[in-house]
């Protein structure tokens, strides 16, 4: 029986990848270096900035998880990921040498390429969001090829916010702007004090040209679209990474589906014109 | 030898029993229609003998019923719940099993289904439909599913004409019944005495050329053509038309889906009685102690409660947005995704609905803006 499908596809079924490092990056939040076992198949791995890999523990399941690593990395792959459900627990409980299943790189990352040479606006809410901290890295890594870059991140309250020392130095980097805002502020709070929305109207950016990466809860990224098109950024300038349920990461399963899209494969990275339609009533 | 496809002969029902046994010589076990907790389902047939016959299914929204058909034909009921999804997307099946070792190691390895050659007797076109819509999704490139290919490939189709439609039939206004048109092996049309039969593939030419049938008679020919015309005047329901993106997409806050989910369970048997459903949950199966572990699908309903969870967050929290994702996807966002709708007129859904939601009478609602 000649067959169009490949049983063993190596995106299908996962591989033994072995954790080589592990960062503790706040107490509930760890990054994971992998290697995948199988040397040809680590160095023939190539992902592109805004993709995910399903991270696999036998017994337990299966979970997509942004790669963090810079995509010119060969050497491991990097997730930064939050202890925030069953198999996301027992993922932090990994060590150095610990093995698991990895299957990927899978969906469509950030048109990091057509950014080049232009301003961009990173918008990030909630509790912090791997695949803009991977855009945010990329970018200070070739510094020189990007105009300004601009990150923007409200949170309720001044504790909301992890890594504050990441957000501090990334400040510190040529051209690169770090806006924070909180609801409500705290001893030493160095950053705004009132609505993320306030901070718009300051973005050092050429806005027709400037390109504007989001990714956090969909209320915050409808608003900052809105801002940022009020501001003057065409809409096809702006990119969202969506986040939906998802058990296949191929499109076949049928959960992460956001009206005719397959979040896994037709995305996580969407332009902004391609989901406003939609993105705007609850419940797709 | 092969026969032209395409080719007309006439299979006398006292000769039903050598396709029965033809199927089985070439290694065919004979799927058909049988009685079980008063549905009609599929199951092993042993022989010819063994269809029910002058079987009828009265069809109504939540109800089923089985009457007697004064004809007495063999394929006189419409359909039953179970379409023919399952014989290529398993309810459930393991996908892979991992093993890992003393020292930590981790081996993979995928699991093949081992499906048996089937033949499956007493097809509808609106199943075929299904079939081709499940085909489109689980085969599509980059990513094409080996188990659904697998069990897609063993399957051998006998297709029957329907003459008799439900009342919850609107296959005809989908396009794609009552008279099957492709994706069928063999495909029959029953007359009073016997069926018109004609092959749709090679291994169907094959079959049909062995039988060595007579030809059908123009009459029988024509007489098949008209029955399936009457069936499709029967229909009384219908869908206001083939693309109904703009009913759906334009409504999304209409009131009519508070309406409709007053009355909908959120039960999930609409999706599972449906033939092109496809969600499935993935899942591990944890061994007891020999360190093995399966990774296992089965089928899942946009109605469950975890369909659309993420963590800390339910996208669809209620039976409201439940019940809209899951007819914007079928009549709406299917086209965007197979280049047509997702339903196939079969009216499954409305006879297995428990409270008897009927989705042409919700589209005609949606219609009629609030």
Known sequence: ????????????????????????????????????????????????????????????????????????????????????????????????????????????????????????????????????????HYILRRR????????????????????????????????THVMVAADEGGPLWPWHIGRVTDLFGRIPMQPDKAM???????????????????????????????????????????HCQFGGAFVCKDGPVFSWPQVKGLIAHRGF | MN?????????????????????????????????????????????????????????????????????????????????????????RESLWQVQRDQEGALKFE????????????????????????????????PYPDPNYEIRRKSLFLVAVQCAEPAATCFCASTGDGPTPQSGFDLTL?????????????????????????????????QEAKEQGEAAAQKQSRSLPGRDLRPVLMNNLEHARWDNVAARCLSCGNCTAVCPTCFCHAEMDEPSTGTGESLHVRQWDSCFNEGHACIHGHNVRPDTRTRYRQWLTHKLASWHDQYGRSGCVGCGRCITWCPAGIDLTEEIAALGVNA
């Open chain 2, 110 to 141: 995928p699991l093949a289904p081992q499906p048996a050659k089937t033949a499956i007797i007493g097809v509808r076109a609106c199943d075929l439909a299904g079939l081709a819509l499940q085909d489109a999704h689980f085969l599509k490139p």
């Open chain 1, 1 to 136: 029986m000649t067959m169009v499908a490949n049983l063993s596809d190596k995106m299908l079924v996962p591989q033994p990848a072995v954790v080589v490092g592990r960062t503790q990056e706040s107490p509930s939040i760890f990054t994971l270096k992998l290697r995948l076992e199988d040397g040809a198949a680590q160095a023939a791995f190539r992902h592109s900035l805004g993709q995910f890999n399903m991270l696999y523990l036998p017994g337990v399941g299966e979970v997509p998880i942004s790669i963090m690593s810079d995509p010119e990395d060969q050497q491991a792959i990097g997730h930064t990921i939050r202890a925030v459900g069953r198999v996301t627990n027992r993922l932090a409980e990994l060590q150095i040498g610990d093995r698991i299943g990895l299957r990927g790189p899978f969906g469509r990352g950030w048109p990091i390429e057509n950014m080049k040479g232009r301003d961009v606006v990173v918008i990030t809410g909630g509790l912090g969001c791997a695949p803009v901290v991977a855009v945010i």
């Open chain 2, 3 to 91: 026969l032209p496809l395409g080719t007309l002969r006439f299979l006398g029902f006292h000769k039903l029993h050598e396709l029965f046994g033809e199927l089985q010589f070439r290694g065919y076990r004979c799927m058909g229609p049988a009685i079980e907790y008063d549905a009609i389902v599929f199951r092993e047939l042993a022989s010819a003998k063994e269809l029910p016959r002058g079987v009828q299914a009265e069809q109504s929204p939540g109800q089923f019923r089985l009457t007697r058909d004064p004809r007495n034909r063999y394929f006189a009921w419409a359909n039953g719940p179970q379409a023919i999804k399952p014989f290529a997307f398993a309810p």
């Open chain 1, 212 to 254: 504007a990466v989001m990714c956090g809860p969909e209320g915050m990224m409808v608003v900052s679209a809105k801002m940022l098109a009020e501001h003057g950024m065409p809409e096809e300038n702006m990119f969202l990474s969506m986040e939906r349920n998802m058990h296949c990461a191929v499109g076949h399963c049928g």
């Open chain 2, 189 to 221: 049309a029953e007359m009073e005495n016997g069926f018109v039969i004609s092959a749709g593939s090679e291994a169907g030419t094959e079959v049909l050329a062995a039988l060595k049938l007579e030809e059908a008679t123009p009459k029988q020919v």
């Open chain 1, 144 to 175: 020189a090829d990007y105009g300004h870059l601009t990150i923007i991140q409200g949170v309720k309250k001044a504790e909301d916010l992890i890594w504050r020392d990441q957000y501090a130095q990334w400040n510190t980097h040529p051209d």
